[in-house]
Antibody
Framework: QITLKESGPTLVKPTQTLTLTCTFS??????????VGWIRQPPGKALEWLAL???????RYSPSLKSRLTITKDTSKNQVVLTMTNMDPVDTATYYC?????????WGQGTLVTVSS | EIVLTQSPGTLSLSPGERATLSCRAS???????LAWYQQKPGQAPRLLIY???SRATGIPDRFSGSGSGTDFTLTISRLEPEDFAVYYC???????????FGQGTRLEIK
């Protein structure tokens, strides 16, 4: 079955760079049409899409955050990495990664990242 | 960027009743790329509907999606206690390529 799990720091300081890793199983990111995306959710607020990477290494970013985001994949390790620069307290949120096939059909459990000095 | 506006913000109903949730887009959305999710407290979202009207694997048939263009609807025919949650619509646009979520509708027990 398809599973995804996010990992990374739970606390980062303002201006630091956040690096999150999504480790998945049950599918291959070299299969045509498949993607892995990142979505975040500030406490008590709505979902916000961040980035998406496809099997062919095509990448999509949220226009409002594009300058701060980088998404990469390591197909051999079944991992997708998201980096977000210049973190701010407003970036405090639960960060999810999800398998994409027309929609986000499988999600990780999420990881809460707090930005505070 | 396409903006999705969900209404109502909160819907108060009783088990057994019918729920109708709306998602309106600021410009036309391809039906192939309109999805609905359910999220319960402390859990990740769960995909309910993709392609505007196709139920995801394991989703009960009391959930149905419809609509096209800029107006989409999620209907829950007879509410079960486990259906009370927050619901989000989501679209994937191609020009520019971007994904957006609505702000959510909270379905609460009356």
């Amino acid at each position: 079955q398809i599973t995804l799990k996010e990992s990374g720091p739970t606390l980062v300081k303002p201006t630091q760079t956040l690096t999150l890793t999504c480790t998945f199983s049950g599918f291959s990111l070299s299969t045509s049409g498949v993607g892995v995306g990142w979505i975040r959710q500030p406490p008590g607020k709505a979902l916000e899409w961040l980035a998406l990477i496809y099997w062919n290494d095509d990448k999509r970013y949220s226009p409002s955050l594009k300058s701060r985001l980088t998404i990469t994949k390591d197909t051999s390790k079944n991992q997708v990495v998201l980096t977000m620069t210049n973190m701010d307290p407003v970036d405090t949120a639960t960060y999810y990664c999800a398998h994409s096939w027309y929609a986000f059909d499988y999600w990780g459990q999420g990881t809460l990242v707090t930005v505070s000095s | 960027e396409i903006v999705l506006t969900q209404s109502p913000g909160t819907l108060s109903l009783s088990p057994g009743e019918r729920a109708t949730l709306s998602c309106r887009a600021s410009q036309s959305v391809s039906s192939s790329y309109l999805a609905w999710y359910q999220q319960k407290p402390g859990q990740a979202p769960r995909l309910l509907i993709y392609g505007a009207s196709s139920r995801a694997t394991g989703i009960p048939d009391r959930f149905s999606g419809s609509g096209s263009g800029t107006d989409f609807t999620l209907t829950i025919s007879r509410l079960e206690p486990e259906d009370f949650a927050v619901y989000y619509c989501q679209q994937y646009g191609s020009s520019p390529p971007a994904i957006t979520f609505g702000q959510g509708t909270r379905l609460e027990i009356k």
